[in-house]
Nanobody, 124 residues
Framework: VQLVESGGGLVQAGGSLRLSCAAS????????MGWYRQAPGKQRAVVAA????????NYADSVKGRFTISRDNAKNTMYLQMNSLKPEDSAVYYC??????????????????WGQGTQVTVSS
């Protein structure tokens, strides 16, 4: 099982980026998936999560209204559209999935699999 993130980079404050997470070796279309981020000196924290069918989503308060999570189960890919980026959004972003991943209202239960991470840097 492999999760591969892409789409990170350097962007000015107020700009946008779209992250992708492609899964291979297994399909997670029956499970929730999530995006996490980790800044230097901080713990990894969930940013957004999405249900298996994409109908339910949840966001950290810090990104509500600016980030949009989505998925295309036919492509086994999850996305994170990030708009109005701020310097405090700078971090390594990871996707998470697995048979145990689930979204219960506002609570995301993480899966066993992680991508390698993609760096997002927002300059002021």
């Amino acid at each position: 099982v492999q999760l591969v993130e892409s789409g990170g980079g350097l962007v000015q404050a107020g700009g946008s980026l779209r992250l992708s997470c492609a899964a291979s070796g297994s399909t997670f279309s029956s499970n929730a998936m999530g995006w996490y981020r980790q800044a230097p000196g901080k713990q990894r924290a969930v940013v957004a999560a999405i249900s298996s069918d994409g109908d339910s989503t949840n966001y950290a308060d810090s990104v509500k209204g600016r980030f949009t999570i989505s998925r295309d189960n036919a492509k086994n890919t999850m996305y994170l559209q990030m708009n109005s980026l701020k310097p405090e959004d700078s971090a390594v972003y990871y996707c998470n999935a697995g048979p145990s991943a689930a979204l219960y209202g506002t609570v995301y239960v993480q899966g066993n699999y992680w991508g390698q991470g993609t760096q997002v840097t927002v300059s002021s």
